[in-house]
């Protein structure tokens, strides 16, 4: 599957982003979803995970309440809906694919098998 990220931008503390990642080349409702970022000089870290049907989501610590994973199976298409941003939301974000979460846990990077190229979010003070 390809994964196209978009969505990212320029946005003041407080404010609000919706990146979109839209799949292509395979059937989409196969996948379980994440979203990743990288901010310069740490490592990727896991901000949010959907499941197949969109039944279960879930999130890391640092975003819980503030933002939301969805996904569109018609559309081929997931979602993180980001409010009340803050400067150490600011990292390149990516979405990821995976078919099953075996062995790996979601918050794993590893566990993920296809990756989107990056959309990169700076949230100002």
């Known amino acids: 599957v390809q994964l196209q990220a978009s969505g990212g931008g320029l946005v003041q503390a407080g404010g609000s982003l919706r990146l979109s990642c839209a799949a292509s080349g395979r059937t989409f409702s196969n996948y379980f979803m994440g979203w990743f970022r990288q901010a310069p000089g740490k490592e990727r870290e896991f901000v949010a995970a959907?499941?197949?049907?969109?039944?279960?989501?879930y999130y890391a610590d640092s975003v819980k309440g503030r933002f939301t994973i969805s996904r569109d199976n018609a559309k081929n298409t997931v979602y993180l809906q980001m409010n009340s941003l803050k400067p150490e939301d600011t990292a390149v974000y990516y979405c990821a694919a995976r078919l099953n979460i075996r062995y790996r846990r979601i918050s794993d990077s590893d566990g993920y098998d296809y990756w989107g190229q990056g959309t990169q979010v700076t949230v100002s003070s």
């Open positions: 959907i499941t197949w049907s969109g039944e279960n989501t």
